[in-house]
């Protein structure tokens, strides 16, 4: 079968080389930014490993009837039409369990980081004066509810760190009935999160019914102290509201280590506030991460190419 990868900004391919020369298999690479260079690059492509391309329905329709597989770096999906390749019968895979620990660490991080003040006052401490009353006024965390938005192995992994903070722990899954537990978690309906959360942590994914989930509307329900941290998909918050919950005091503080458009367009009126953190996408990564997502995708486009059953199907064909 023809292999080839669409996009790749890593640093090498040394895991993929490695998975695919064992199995008797090479690759092309190619570095596809846009559906125009997509189809005239990736064309006669049977299986395509992904990154950032998008693979739209017409992307997908002209390489049809050649390309058979798409496998994606990562968790989300959201550059790949899954609905357009299934009825083409284009089997779409990905990585969903690579980086759950990453994630989960990075989303703490971000969260501490907004409770305690971190960065403010370290920023304030480096360039101004040594003087706590700076930050004034910080809360315990103990007591405390956190609430998250997407029980996955994600939002598990994190509401399990959260535990060891002796807070309250909220979610909402739409395939969860409130009222029910997940791991010693409360289930909620997502205005009861709302108004009841002073952290909320977002692990769902970006689909149409989350887009803007956290709109001007959210922010308005939403407790007037309360921190919001997304280390999921730029979209589900609309960034426009955020700077108006920001600067109006609707929440404290939010941190995002994605956004709608990456890199963050500049200038941005967000990056100029005190109480929003931002990191580049970077939540994902760690060196063992990496190199497991690299492996683990090559791994599925051979199982795949020798007619084995795929690990992670994204969609039914």
């Known amino acids: 079968m023809k292999i080839v990868i669409s996009d790749n900004d890593h640093v090498n391919l040394a895991q993929e080389e490695a998975?695919?020369?064992?199995?008797?298999?090479?690759?092309t690479l190619y570095q596809c930014h846009t559906e125009e260079e997509a189809i005239q690059q990736l064309k006669g492509a049977e299986i395509i490993l992904n990154q950032y391309t998008p693979l739209t329905r017409r992307v997908?329709?002209?390489?049809r009837p050649e390309l058979k597989m798409i496998v994606r770096y990562g968790v989300g999906v959201d550059n790949i039409d899954c609905v357009a390749a299934a009825e083409m019968g284009v089997q779409v895979c990905n990585v969903p369990d690579y980086g759950m620990n990453e994630v989960a660490d990075h989303a703490m991080a971000l969260m501490l980081s907004l409770v305690r003040k971190t960065v403010t006052m370290v920023n304030y401490t480096k360039g101004t004066d040594w003087d706590y009353s700076y930050g004034v006024p910080i809360h315990r965390i103990p007591g405390q509810t956190v609430g998250?938005?997407?029980m996955g192995r994600i939002g598990r992994t994190f509401a399990k760190r959260m535990g060891g903070f002796d807070c309250r722990r909220i979610a909402y899954d739409?395939?969860?009935?409130?009222?029910t537990q997940v791991n010693g978690v409360e289930l909620v309906s997502f205005d009861t999160l709302l108004e009841q959360a002073d952290m909320i942590s977002i692990h769902c994914p970006l689909q149409p019914c989350t887009r803007d989930l956290f709109d001007l509307a959210a922010f308005q329900k939403m407790k007037r102290g309360a921190y919001l941290v997304n280390t999921s998909r730029g979209g589900i918050v609309?960034?426009?509201?955020?700077?108006?919950?920001?600067?109006?005091a609707l929440i404290a503080g939010a941190a995002l280590d994605v956004t709608a458009k990456e890199p963050l367009p500049r200038p941005s009126k967000l990056l100029e506030l005190e109480n929003f953190l931002c990191t580049p996408h970077i939540a994902w990564y760690s060196e063992e991460a990496a190199q497991e997502m690299k492996r683990k995708v090559a791994e599925e486009a051979v199982r795949f190419a020798t007619g084995e059953k795929v690990l992670y199907p994204v969609n039914q064909i």
Do not use: H, R, S, W
């Open 148 to 150: 998250i938005v997407g």
């Open 19 to 27: 998975v695919f020369q064992k199995a008797g298999m090479d690759f």
């Open 174 to 179: 739409p395939l969860y009935q409130p009222g």
């Open 238 to 248: 609309n960034e426009e509201d955020l700077y108006t919950a920001l600067t109006t």
């Open 60 to 63: 997908i329709q002209a390489l």
